[in-house]
């Protein structure tokens, strides 16, 4: 939560449910402060058209020709901010573990790709979709999100942008400091 800006995009979040704050076991067994899903927000198209001119506004100078984005969780977003510059969206799909543009999708030689996905966590699936456009002949002039929650440490190596940042560490069960607290964990969704 690092600017006014992020306070805004994150009140969206909270009001819509898609940042939920409290202690959580996450799927993955840990434990965590927050909950964020971004699907929450861009279920409401009328929101996922806000998000997707909000990244525009950020990256138009990067002079993109084509959003790439890591399927499922960047289609919508890279939807939203293609529409908003004017440009083609496409998306690459995981096929037996590894990230491939299918679908007869192809870049000119060149071609200026801007990476867009809803959240950055620890930047991997970014990192790969940067490979995979890199490897298909075109320049990767960026990479923007929703929400990065990397706390900065995304590590890119291109300009990277976000509409809000929160830090939302997780921990081991037996590390939680909420457990040692004492507080009940519940499942994000359940009444708390
Ligand atoms: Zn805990």
Do not use: N
Request: charge should be neutral; include cysteine; glycine fraction near 12%.
């Amino acid at each position: 939560m690092s600017s006014k800006h992020s306070v805004s995009v994150l009140d969206r979040f909270r009001r819509l449910g898609a940042l939920l704050e409290g202690h959580f076991r996450l799927t993955s067994g840990l434990h965590s402060a927050g909950f964020l899903q971004c699907a929450l927000v861009l279920q409401h198209p009328v929101e996922a058209e806000a998000c997707g001119v909000g990244i525009a506004g950020l990256v138009r100078d990067l002079g993109a020709q084509v959003v790439l984005s890591p399927a499922l969780g960047g289609i919508v977003i890279g939807q939203e901010v293609a529409r908003a510059l004017g440009i083609r969206a496409m998306f690459a799909e995981r096929q037996d573990g590894r990230l491939t543009m299918r679908r007869g999708f192809t870049f000119d030689t060149g071609e200026k790709v801007l990476v867009v996905e809803d959240v950055v966590t620890t930047g991997g699936s970014t990192r790969e979709t940067i490979e995979v456009a890199r490897s298909a002949g075109a320049e990767v002039v960026g990479a923007a999100a929703i929400v990065d929650r990397s706390g900065g440490q995304q590590r890119l190596g291109v300009p990277f942008y976000s509409l809000a940042d929160i830090l939302l560490p997780t921990h081991e069960p037996a590390e939680c400091p909420l457990c040692l607290a004492g507080q009940p964990v519940v499942k994000p969704g359940s009444r708390v």
